[in-house]
């Protein structure tokens, strides 16, 4: 137990020094979900060098089904594309310095961890795969049909049923001739602790030795459930198929290089990333209110 001094009455021995770990305590590490290929395409990646640049995606209209007769003429038709861009306007960077002196002192601490400049990089590295996340999910709900956005409540005194809800979701993408393989259903933790208590909810890996990607928890109605805390604000849940939405991102630039004025190594990265929904029929959007 320690014992303080009487105010007026310090002694220099009675002062502790302070002792700075050479461990450093990392935060926690996201994974990434909505911009993952659980939720996303990266069928048009193509050639992304830097932010501003655009992605030119030209999708083929459907050709027209016409009645035959026999020996009646079927003229044929020109196939159209209809144009869209995919634009690269996502945009992150980060910049460190770790002083020689302190570099010095982590040395002399003996330990076996990773070099501060490692653990800091990586620490960088996922704070980006957060902003990626969040910068999708804006995207999906900007992208989705005004019909597609429904109301799911998963708070206050009666909260929705998530396997119901999923049902009626399955048959507004049934409707639009989404494919069932695939379909996703990203929600908030809120919504996670309401599957997890529902009966027909089949966990991924519970009792298995198979780690959990992506978020990934199980299924629930025939959707692969994943859960994030970086949902767009009030939105619930993100529901749909992987072909609704295309992602492509790059790591444009990663260097270390030392400090002009300094002693010390200055580390830099930039991620730039673009995403868009191409078949808004293919998502839909469940929000508190």
């Known amino acids: 137990m320690a014992i303080f001094p009487a105010a007026g009455n310090t002694q220099i021995s009675s002062f502790i020094p302070?002792?700075?770990?050479?461990?450093?305590?990392?935060?926690?590490?996201?994974?990434?979900?909505?911009?993952?290929?659980?939720?996303?395409?990266?069928?048009?990646e193509g050639d992304i060098a830097g932010p501003g640049d655009q992605v030119h995606i030209n999708s083929l209209v459907r050709p027209a089904v016409v009645g035959y007769t026999r020996n009646a003429d079927v003229l044929p038709e020109l196939l159209d594309t209809d144009r869209q861009t995919l634009a690269i306007d996502h945009g992150k960077a980060f910049a460190f310095i770790l002083d020689d002196?302190?570099?010095?002192?982590?040395?002399?601490?003996g330990t076996d961890k990773p070099h501060p400049i490692y653990a800091a990089t990586l620490e960088s590295m996922q704070a980006l795969k957060v902003a990626a996340d969040s910068?999708?999910?804006?995207?999906m709900v900007a992208g989705a049909l005004a019909d597609n956005k429904k109301i799911f409540k998963a708070t206050g005194s009666s909260p929705g049923d998530p396997f119901n809800a999923l049902v009626d979701y399955g048959v507004v993408l049934d409707n639009a001739d989404v494919p069932v393989k695939g379909r996703f259903a990203v929600v908030r933790p809120e919504v996670?602790?309401?599957?997890?208590?529902?009966?027909?909810f089949i966990a991924s890996s519970y009792g298995s030795a198979e780690p959990i990607q992506n978020g990934v928890i199980g299924s629930l109605a025939g959707f692969?459930?994943?859960?994030?805390?970086?949902?767009?604000?009030?939105?619930?849940?993100?529901?749909?198929?992987?072909?609704?939405?295309?992602?492509?991102?790059?790591?444009?630039?990663?260097?270390?290089?030392?400090?002009?004025?300094?002693?010390?190594?200055?580390?830099?990265g930039l991620h730039?990333?673009?995403?868009?929904?191409?078949?808004?029929?293919?998502?839909i959007i469940a929000s508190e209110s």
């Open 18 to 44: 302070e002792v700075w770990a050479a461990l450093l305590m990392a935060p926690l590490h996201e994974e990434l979900v909505l911009g993952s290929d659980l939720c996303t395409n990266r069928d048009y």
């Open 101 to 109: 002196v302190d570099a010095v002192q982590q040395a002399q601490a």
């Open 135 to 139: 910068y999708v999910g804006t995207k």
């Open 192 to 200: 996670k602790a309401l599957i997890l208590k529902h009966d027909k």
């Open 224 to 268: 692969t459930v994943a859960v994030t805390p970086h949902m767009p604000t009030g939105v619930n849940m993100i529901v749909g198929s992987p072909i609704a939405t295309t992602y492509g991102d790059q790591l444009s630039k990663l260097e270390a290089i030392r400090h002009p004025t300094k002693f010390g190594d200055v580390v830099r």
């Open 272 to 283: 730039v990333a673009g995403a868009k929904v191409i078949r808004p029929e293919a998502l």
